[in-house]
């Protein structure tokens, strides 16, 4: 019989297990450079299934729980601990060995619910790939289970994809490298499950009108124009198309621009779409100048929303933190907004609580920008990080 383990016991043995220190292995630079010089003609022949893999995944009239998680960028450690300590995911003993993670397996404790994680799933820390694999067997755990995990795309899975031997994506070949991977028939190749499954993600999930992707919903004019655009891009094999990753941070492209609220106010976003009444988003720690929180802002005395889920995780910022929406209004939109900090400490208690959202200008600007631009507000910044 599976029995549920204490969660920091778990914890602790698999921290000892898999997270020991290790050296990078020397990269074979000749390999990478063949890769990148034939990967036009591998990624001709993926061809997506778009009724199995839609661009984006548009789901009405849910009356479940909505969680959201920012990037992961490796860090498996703290990645899993979130999910115990937020409830929808139980670490349990594998008694009849048959788990792909030895003696431990991990159980969908969400019910009907769907967990979605804005991408950037690799690169940077130093367990993508377990990462990658656990995300993975959670969707299907999660859909036997009555429930749904989404994976997003990120800006690191699609620019692996456009340009593998870029330097931007070292940790991530060097990771490959260190588990004895072959990255091209391994990783890389859209026959092996992993080149696959970093081929068929979505680029945004719609749930009750609340819209989630890598950035926030920009450079269209409607759903169905970027979803044509992400189909298009995609069909055609160029992963590196402008439409979704930018050369530069302001440029408006999908998956990497910053500071897009600038140059697309939220309060002009969700007057040109009607359907839309939040916007979640990932990518940036920086945004609204708040590193290691979740932060949100509201219109139109919370009609609409926009929340940024990425909490610097990778880079020591926080130990990570979940987003929760349990409650729905009539017309779409999220009603009780709630966030969890991971503590991961031995019985420690991680618990949801409200957030507090603040009031946008009465145009539909936001009041303050990121931490590095010369135009911020810094004594509306102040009075935000005051409010925490």
């Not at 990269?27 to 890769?35: D, R, S, V």
């Not at 769907?114 to 995300?135: A, H, P, T, W, Y």
């Not at 009444?277 to 009609?303: Q, Y």
């Not at 926009?306 to 349990?326: F, H, L, M, Q, T």
Request: net charge negative; charged share 20%; aromatic share 10%.
């Amino acid at each position: 019989m599976i029995q549920v383990i204490q969660i920091f016991g778990i914890l602790a043995a698999l921290l000892a297990s898999c997270c020991t220190s290790f050296t990078f292995a020397k990269i074979n630079k000749q390999m990478l450079a063949a890769l990148q010089e034939n990967a036009s003609a591998i990624n001709a022949d993926f061809r997506r299934n778009w009724q199995v893999h839609p661009a984006l995944v548009n789901i009405d009239s849910f009356t479940g729980t909505l969680y959201v998680v920012g990037d992961v960028h490796g860090d498996f450690e703290h990645l899993l601990a979130l999910l115990v300590h937020s409830g929808i995911v139980a670490v349990v003993s594998s008694d009849n060995g048959r788990s792909s993670w030895g003696s431990w397996d991990i159980k969908w404790m969400g019910g009907n619910a769907i967990l979605v994680q804005s991408g950037d799933m690799i690169n940077k820390g130093s367990e993508s790939i377990k990462c990658l694999r656990f995300m993975a067997e959670l969707e299907l755990k999660a859909r036997a289970a009555g429930g749904k995990v989404l994976v997003l795309a990120g800006n690191h899975e699609v620019g692996f994809l456009a340009e593998p031997a870029r330097k931007k994506y070292r940790n991530f070949v060097e990771e490959i490298d260190r588990l004895g991977l072959d990255i091209f028939n391994d990783v890389y190749s859209p026959n092996s499950w992993i080149g696959d499954w970093l081929r068929t993600r979505p680029l945004a999930a719609v749930i009750n009108g609340v819209y989630m992707g890598h950035t926030g919903l920009i450079n269209t004019s409607s759903l169905e124009e970027l979803t044509s655009k992400y189909q298009q891009a995609v069909d055609s094999n160029n992963w590196g198309d402008q439409f979704l990753i930018g050369r530069t941070k302001k440029e408006n492209s999908i998956l990497t621009s910053e500071s897009w609220w600038k140059r697309n106010p939220p309060g002009a976003i969700f007057s040109s779409i009607p359907r839309i009444k939040g916007i979640i988003f990932g990518h940036d720690p920086n945004a609204f100048g708040i590193r290691g929180r979740i932060v949100g802002f509201s219109l139109n005395n919370g009609l609409y929303s926009i929340i940024k889920v990425d909490v610097g995780v990778w880079d020591g910022e926080s130990n990570g933190a979940i987003y929760r929406c349990s409650q729905w209004m009539p017309g779409g939109g999220c009603a009780l907004h709630e966030v969890m900090y991971n503590l991961q400490s031995p019985g420690g208690q991680s618990r949801f609580e409200q957030m507090t959202l603040f009031p946008t200008t009465a145009d539909g600007h936001l009041p303050i920008y990121d931490s590095g631009d010369e135009s911020d507000n810094e004594e509306e910044k102040t009075k935000l990080h005051k409010g925490w």
